[in-house]
């Protein structure tokens, strides 16, 4: 059996020395992730990860003892690096920089693959589309809360705004535009103009 500084050696021609463990869990979840994102939640196997990310089994049975609780480590992995959220400018500026990166996420990047994967999968897989939607979704849709609370703080938008229905008005025309990016009467409608639209911004 390979040990496991002879799997990440194997596995990255960069790799010196006496690898981490961390670097090891890093294979094993980015390998998940890529799975997720091209093929599926269901194609994801024991075997396939180890192969992929150029680990033995044993590597992954050593840190995760069942399929289970290594999808749920990826969804925390996930997590840790999913897209920054800007910390800089208006509240408008903020929520559109915020929105605009999900829109341009589905399906171009690995994040959006992934999101729409599990949610195709969630009837299938109710326990993990649950998991990324508690882990993942909700604590960016606190974010958006915040910035539009701060924006009526702030008198940038308008005082009797129910956040609640906001939010949901918000996403999901950036879940429709990203989908259908590559059909142009869609890919000209701004982003900008949707948030105008639902927020009524004050001086934009």
């Known amino acids: 059996m390979l040990s496991e500084e002879t799997e990440v050696a194997k596995s990255s021609c960069k790799a010196r020395g006496r690898p ?3 670097d090891i869990d890093h294979l094993i979840l ?7 994102a091209e093929v599926g939640i269901t194609s ?7 192969a992929r990310a150029g680990v033995s089994k044993a590597s992954i049975y050593r840190r995760f003892d069942s399929k289970n609780k ?18 800089s400018g208006t509240a408008f500026e ?3 920089g915020l929105l605009d990166g999900l829109r341009a996420s589905l399906p171009s990047s690995r994040y959006g693959r992934i999101m729409v994967n599990v949610l195709a999968a969630s009837n299938k897989n109710p326990a993990l589309a ?7 979704l909700i604590p960016r849709r606190a974010r958006i809360r915040e910035l539009i609370q701060e924006g009526i703080d702030s008198g940038e938008f308008p005082s009797n705004i129910n956040i609640d229905v906001a939010m949901p008005i ?3 025309p950036m879940l429709y535009l990203g989908m259908w990016s590559m059909v142009d009467p869609v890919s000209e409608t701004k982003t900008s103009d949707v ?9 934009q």
């Open 20 to 22: 981490r463990s961390e």
């Open 30 to 36: 980015e390998a998940v992730l890529d799975v997720v």
């Open 44 to 50: 994801v196997s024991m075997e396939g990860i180890a």
């Open 70 to 87: 290594l999808t749920v480590a990826a969804v925390e992995y996930m997590r840790e690096h999913s897209p920054e959220i800007p910390t």
């Open 94 to 96: 903020r929520l559109h």
């Open 130 to 136: 649950k998991l990324v939607y508690e882990r993942i």
């Open 170 to 172: 918000l996403v999901g």
């Open 195 to 203: 948030l105008r639209a639902v927020l009524n911004p004050h001086h």
